[in-house]
């Protein structure tokens, strides 16, 4: 039909008897059917007719003409029907358009077919759909196309055509990786994902270079402790390399935060090892007085860094070279090592502007206790991890006006600040924490505040302070006190599944004490995170017989934590809880559906929580659900602000705000452009709570992110706080997010994925009840727990860091630099606005102090006479005058004498500004790396130390490539600053530390030049 313009004539042709004519028509239509469709359409019947005809030789050619008109109408069922009748002349090689949307309608269809055959619910594949599958599974091998063989696979549950996708690949460790990569996003079943790490495992293990790193992880899925621990010891009593990638293994356990997994690690390798091995190797951390090995503390213990230092290499030559290994090993997954190196990482490197505090202290009224308490939760967060505690020691008269719970959440905030300090914990907080039997006894405020700081500095690594924490809390019966002691031991303890420990927390509970009980709620969630407990009915049932809002909302955010991560076998708990009728039980069906979910993207999780947003009667439930999208979309931030861009429009203003924090959640530490698109108008919101929620959502996206993207909304901050005039919920949530900005001395992030790629369950649980803030404001310090550093640190097999071992950035300096220091604004800090003088009073008093100086010089009484006949008043007022006008007429005389010479210097500073800034530059060890500065990172060949697994970000286990190149030097080894170690602990000491502080307060300007006496040459 070249050039026909009609199809009508060939349409003629199917109402002919002859076969042969009607299928010379079906030729000329299956050639023009996509120029002429609109004609054809009309005549479907008849070709449908054809097709249906069994004693019509030429069937599939009808079907397939049928399928392109459907294909053109828009109707892709019908297509698909009609192509799968027309058999092998559906061609699936071909590239053209109508062929690959019918191909896509097709794996859809099968796809979701297979889905409902495997949960029991379906009905038997249809043969030709399956026939066309298997012919493009065929399509993607000869084309070498084995990603999108994988794809399809595991979409379909084809578990054959992975592992014959995998196996048959030329580069099987890069489509493995893939593999596992791609089934942590794609697979909604928690069944079939196990069953692909299984398979993945296992084809892991027969290559010729097994990647043990990503079996571990799979396995760590999987909660298979023995089959890693047998990895582990093979690993540690092979080669120095394969202990290297031990040692490698242990850090990125311990980012995992899977406490219960790591100890059944632990406990099976103590079986495996010799029996030596237990007597030959110390214990990483015994108690608080125990010396802890030097690899393992570094410098954490001052007073006992050259005793540890001298008494680790004699313990080691005693021990087997294994023994040796298990001992360094240990000291990893205990955490001594690595929290002990971000602790270093976070001191050394701070660089949280002090002045952004005192400029918002300064603007906050002395009875505002909601600024106060924001500006005590900011400083702490700022500082966090990094022992700077010099804005509380410079403001401790304005820190005592913090009564009551707010007193209770200024001494919590010490715990933030001196997170992985463990090794002074005790010795830090000793002035706040409950007295010895006859000693004085602090406020039980402090007290609590003290407990729950204790469990903050040991997040997630408390066995030393246990006992003292189940101690507390058995031997008191104030409720402030119980409260922070359940606090504190459940962040300490978080997914221990201590069974001692739930017993206790659960006596508070069922004394039905609101303050205590609702702690306690929470601190039973805490111990069991992610376990799935059958203790759950036990405390559901509790929560419907108590009668305090307090303990019920505390019990369903707990019941939360215990079903963090269980996907499908939380199901049971999220229909029971929705369907509820006490709002409050509702509201923690919420968090039960967004934190068993976390990160999955589930379609019906989603429905769910988007149902639940529009039509529930409690406005509380409502933003709940819509924050819980947050935790959901975690792992497809790109997905969240279109999800909930409508939801952010509402007319509820509790929808608005919980839009706002899902979008800060799954977009956390992103600096994503529609995260910020969509949160920015809310920052103008008409009412208070949702521009509060907005600021801290905005600071949550620009964690550590380039000064040029958080630029903005610090000058929205720095206008807010001091606005008199703004609301005070507003001006909180200002206050908030310039913490958040610079959180870990603008050193860390809020990173709810570990750097290989998996949930870290402590950050989503800590970033969980830092939203409860809302309901009780104490809980907003669990943020801490979400603070990730943005720190590579390379550690060689000394576990210890080489101090000439560096990085290269691939990028401009000035691309992630710090934030510029803030500019000292007078006006805002009215307690020290000088007294205005007038210019006239200055030259009168200028000319009156020149005089005098004449005076003095005609009766020869030199400088010191003069000085001292220049009254006390224009001698203080005078003297920097004096000073400036000196400086400036020597500058002026320096300009006549060296003329020329002044205009080269200012040439070469021209030059020197106009050089152009590096493309790249190299870091030392440990290098700040942020996270967008990530893809910039490579490793220099040549070192001396050179990495086993190249990552850009985190620990990184390095090997000496020139073992004989002499006594290798390391970092942090020497004595700490004086000012990081400092607690800000005893009463005394800081009473006694004030002092020093305003002098150096005092010395911010430079001190008047000395009296001299100019004599011309």
């Not at 709620?521 to 995170?529: D, P």
Request: glycine share 8%; proline share 5%; charged share 20%.
């Amino acid at each position: 039909m070249a050039g026909a313009t009609s199809a009508a004539h060939v349409l003629a042709l199917l109402d002919e008897d002859e076969d042969s004519l009607k299928l010379y028509a079906l030729q000329q239509l299956d050639r023009s059917g996509h120029d002429f469709w609109f004609q054809i359409s009309s005549s479907i019947a008849a070709i449908e007719a054809l097709y249906e005809d069994e004693d019509f030789s030429h069937r599939e050619l009808a079907a397939l003409v049928a399928s392109k008109v459907f294909y053109h109408l828009g109707d892709l069922d019908d297509a698909l029907t009609y192509a799968l009748g027309a058999g092998s002349l559906f061609d699936v090689n071909s590239s053209a358009e109508y062929v690959q949307t019918i191909l896509a309608r097709c794996i859809d269809t099968y796809v979701e077919q297979r889905v409902k055959e495997a949960e029991g619910g379906g009905a038997s594949l249809d043969g030709r759909l399956v026939a066309i599958v298997e012919r493009l599974f065929e399509r993607c091998y000869s084309d070498g196309q084995y990603e999108q063989a994988v794809g399809i696979a595991l979409e379909s549950r084809r578990l054959d055509q992975l592992e014959r996708a995998i196996t048959s690949s030329p580069d099987a460790v890069r489509t493995l990786k893939y593999a596992l990569e791609v089934s942590q996003k794609l697979v909604v079943s928690r069944d079939f994902r196990n069953q692909v790490l299984r398979l993945v495992v296992r084809l892991y293990e027969g290559v010729a270079a097994p990647d043990y790193a990503a079996i571990c992880r799979c396995l760590m899925f999987l909660d298979d402790p023995e089959e890693v621990a047998a990895i582990l010891f093979r690993l540690l009593g092979g080669s120095d390399d394969d202990a290297l990638l031990a040692y490698q293994i242990a850090f990125d356990l311990v980012d995992a935060e899977l406490q219960a997994f790591m100890g059944k690690v632990n406990a099976r390798l103590d079986q495996l090892a010799p029996s030596p091995a237990p007597a030959a190797a110390p214990a990483p951390a015994a108690g608080e007085a125990a010396a802890p090995p030097a690899a393992a503390e570094g410098g954490d213990q001052m007073e006992m860094d050259q005793a540890a230092a001298a008494a680790a290499p004699a313990a080691e030559e005693d021990a087997s070279p294994f023994a040796k290994r298990l001992s360094r090993f240990k000291s990893v997954m205990s955490g001594a090592v690595p929290i002990e190196l971000e602790r270093q990482f976070l001191a050394r490197h701070n660089h949280a502007d002090l002045q952004i505090l005192k400029n918002i202290r300064a603007t906050v009224e002395p009875r505002n206790s909601v600024c106060h308490s924001a500006t005590v939760f900011a400083n702490s967060l700022m500082h966090c991890g990094t022992t700077v505690d010099a804005f509380l020691r410079e403001n401790l008269d304005w820190l005592k006006k913090a009564t009551n719970w707010a007193k209770f959440s200024a001494t919590a905030g010490l715990g933030v600040i001196h997170r992985g300090n463990v090794g002074k914990s005790r010795a830090i907080m000793a002035p706040y924490l409950p007295s010895a039997p006859g000693g004085s006894t602090p406020s039980p405020y402090s007290e609590g505040g003290a407990l729950y700081a204790l469990g903050l500095i040991h997040t997630s690594h408390g066995a030393d302070v246990r006992e003292f924490l189940l101690g507390s809390l058995r031997g008191t019966q104030h409720e402030v006190t119980q409260h922070g002691a359940c606090l504190g031991l459940g962040i300490a303890a978080l997914g221990t599944e201590d069974e001692e420990a739930f017993e206790d927390v659960k006596n508070v509970l069922y004394m039905d004490n609101a303050v205590a009980g609702e702690a306690a709620g929470l601190s039973l969630g805490l111990l069991f995170a992610g376990s799935g407990t059958d203790k759950a009915a036990e405390l559901l049932a509790y929560a419907h017989e108590t009668q305090h809002e307090k303990i019920i909302r505390g019990v369903a955010v707990g019941l939360a934590l215990v079903q963090y991560g269980r996907e499908e076998a939380a199901e049971g708990m999220i229909e029971q809880m929705t369907r509820e009728l006490d709002p409050i039980l509702r509201y923690g069906g919420m968090f039960v559906t967004g934190l068993a979910y976390c990160g999955t993207s589930n379609n019906a999780a989603i429905q769910k929580l988007l149902h639940f947003a529009v039509s529930d009667v409690s406005n509380d439930v409502r933003r709940a659900a819509v924050l819980n999208l947050g935790f959901l979309l975690a792992s497809t931030p790109e997905q969240c602000p279109k999800i909930v861009s409508l939801l952010a429009e509402s007319y509820n203003p509790h929808v608005r705000y919980g839009a706002a924090m899902a979008v800060g959640i799954a977009c956390a530490g992103t600096g994503m452009r529609e995260a910020m698109a969509l949160l920015e108008p809310l920052v103008k919101d008409s009412v208070d709570f949702v521009q509060q929620g907005a600021l801290i959502a905005l600071a949550l996206v620009l964690v550590e992110q380039p000064e040029s993207k958080a630029k903005t909304l610090r000058g929205h901050i720095d206008r807010l706080y001091g606005n008199k005039g703004a609301e005070i919920m507003t001006r909180m949530g200002a206050i908030m997010a310039a913490g958040i900005l610079d959180a870990g001395g603008c050193n860390a992030t809020l990173g709810l994925r570990s750097r290989s790629g998996h949930f870290r369950r402590t950050a989503v649980i800590g970033l969980a009840l830092f939203t409860q803030y809302w309901y009780w404001y104490p809980l907003s310090y669990c943020i801490s727990l979400a603070v990730q550093p943005t720190a590579l640190i390379g550690v060689d097999a000394s576990l210890q860091a080489p101090k000439h071992f560096q990085v290269v950035s691939n990028c401009k300096p000035s691309q992630f630099a710090y934030a510029p220091p803030v500019k000292v604004d007078d006006k805002k800090d009215k307690a020290k606005l000088p007294t205005a003088v007038l210019s006239t009073t200055v030259r009168a008093k200028a000319r009156a102090a020149k005089k005098a100086k004449d005076a003095a010089a005609g009766d020869g009484g030199g400088g010191a006479a003069a000085a001292a006949a220049t009254p006390p008043e224009a001698m203080d007022t005078d003297k920097p005058a004096g000073g400036e006008a000196a400086a400036a007429a020597a500058a002026a005389d320096g300009e006549k004498k060296e003329g020329g010479e002044a205009e080269e210097g200012g040439e070469k500073k021209k030059e020197e500004k106009a050089a152009p800034e590096p493309a790249s530059f190299t870091v030392d060890n440990p290098a700040r790396v942020a996270p967008g500065q990530r893809k910039y990172i490579s490793f220099p060949p040549g070192q001396r130390f050179q990495p086993i697994r190249p990552a850009p970000s985190g620990f990184v286990l390095l090997r000496d490539s020139q073992p004989d190149g002499g006594e290798v030097e390391y970092l942090f080894q020497e004595d700490k600053p004086a000012a990081a170690a400092a607690p800000a602990a005893a009463a005394a000491a800081a009473e006694g530390a004030a002092a020093p502080a305003a002098a150096a307060g005092a010395g911010d300007e430079p001190p008047p030049p000395e009296p001299f006496e100019y004599v011309p040459s």
